[in-house]
């Protein structure tokens, strides 16, 4: 880079940059009104995607819903305390695994916001039809493909 900050300028020009600069905005955007929205239920966003693995694959262990969430067992076991003492989940241990159970209060916390929660992000990509949702999809589907993990 030079003294004018030409070569900075120049870089922040590529299209995959602004498209990356802008991703970031969008994300952080739906996670801000996510999170405000999640709070209704006293639910975090971490506890949200723990709920939501959980609900959607009951008898899964802690190390699959560790590697879905792309954070370590250990991380994730104080959620998962956190959310056995709220009454919403259960482990049973099964051979050397813990596997994760919703509990019947669990399950209706998933069946009400589970939706809602799909509904509200929904509203946030409205703004693109159906077609470009789908667009968008593969299009970010690809890219995280090309990242590996």
Same mark, same amino acid.
């Given at each position: 880079?030079?003294?004018?900050?030409?070569?900075?300028?120049?870089?922040?020009?590529?299209?995959?940059?602004?498209?990356?600069?802008?991703?970031?905005?969008?994300? $952080?955007?739906?996670?801000?009104? !996510?999170?405000? $929205?999640l709070r209704r239920w006293?639910?975090?966003?971490?506890?949200?995607?723990?709920?939501? $693995?959980?609900?959607?694959?009951?008898?899964?262990?802690?190390?699959?819903?560790?590697?879905?969430?792309?954070?370590?067992?250990?991380n994730v076991c104080q959620?998962?305390?956190?959310?056995?003492?709220?009454?919403?989940?259960?482990?049973?241990?099964?051979?050397?695994?813990?596997?994760?159970?919703?509990?019947?209060?669990?399950?209706?916390?998933?069946?009400?916001?589970?939706?809602? $929660?799909?509904?509200?992000?929904?509203?946030?990509?409205?703004?693109?039809?159906?077609?470009?949702?789908?667009?968008?999809?593969?299009?970010?589907?690809?890219?995280?493909?090309?990242? !590996?993990?």
């Amino acid at each position: 880079m030079n003294t004018s900050g030409t070569a900075t300028r120049a870089s922040l020009r590529q299209p995959a940059v602004l498209a990356w600069l802008r991703l970031i905005r969008v994300c $952080h955007k739906i996670e801000r009104i !996510g999170s405000e $929205h999640l709070r209704r239920w006293g639910l975090s966003p971490a506890q949200f995607d723990v709920l939501a $693995h959980v609900g959607a694959a009951e008898g899964i262990t802690q190390q699959e819903l560790a590697d879905s969430l792309l954070v370590t067992k250990g991380n994730v076991c104080q959620l998962l305390d956190r959310m056995a003492q709220s009454g919403w989940l259960v482990r049973r241990q099964v051979g050397r695994a813990n596997r994760l159970y919703l509990t019947d209060s669990g399950r209706a916390l998933f069946a009400e916001v589970v939706p809602a $929660h799909e509904a509200l992000i929904a509203e946030q990509l409205k703004t693109l039809s159906p077609a470009e949702q789908l667009q968008l999809l593969v299009l970010l589907r690809r890219v995280d493909r090309a990242l !590996g993990t």
